[in-house]
Nanobody
Framework: QVQLVESGGGLVQAGGSLRLSCAAS????????MGWFRQAPGKEREFVAV????????YYRDSVKGRATISRDNAKNTVYLQMNNLTPEDTAVYYC??????????????????WGQGTQVTVSS
C-alpha cells in the first residue's frame, strides 16, 4: 500500500511557475514509477508526466514538453513536477500517481495503482 500526498498547488499568473511535490509513504518508493495527471473542470483526467523508478526515463504529454520537468528523490520518497510558463489551460487539479509497472506503461496505457488526493493549480490570465 502506498499513500500519496500532494502539495505546492495554488494561484499563479500566466507565465509564472509552480513546483508540485508528492510525498509517498512506505519503504518501497523506489519500486514505483511515479507520475502526474491533471483534471480540468468538465474534462477527463489526463496524463501529464511520468518518471521511471531510478529517474533515468521520463515521458511528457506534448502540451507540456519544454515547460515541465518531473524529478524524484528516492531518499526523500518524493516526486516533483516543475511547471514553467504556465497558461490558463494548465488550470486543473493535479494528481500524483504511482504504478508498480513501468513508466512507459503509465505513459502509454495510463496504468495507475495508487492516486493522491490532488492539489489545485489555477492560472490566471
Amino acid at each position: 500500500q502506498v499513500q500519496l500526498v500532494e502539495s505546492g498547488g495554488g494561484l499563479v499568473q500566466a507565465g509564472g511557475s509552480l513546483r508540485l511535490s508528492c510525498a509517498a509513504s512506505g519503504r518501497t518508493f523506489s519500486s514505483y514509477a511515479m507520475g502526474w495527471f491533471r483534471q480540468a473542470p468538465g474534462k477527463e483526467r489526463e496524463f501529464v508526466a511520468v518518471i521511471s523508478r531510478n529517474g533515468g526515463s521520463t515521458y511528457y504529454r506534448d502540451s507540456v514538453k519544454g515547460r515541465a520537468t518531473i524529478s524524484r528523490d528516492n531518499a526523500k520518497n518524493t516526486v516533483y513536477l516543475q511547471m514553467n510558463n504556465l497558461t490558463p489551460e494548465d488550470t486543473a487539479v493535479y494528481y500524483c500517481a504511482a504504478t508498480i509497472s513501468s513508466a512507459q506503461y503509465m505513459s502509454t496505457f495510463r496504468r495507475v495503482d495508487y492516486w493522491g488526493q490532488g492539489t489545485q493549480v489555477t492560472v490566471s490570465s
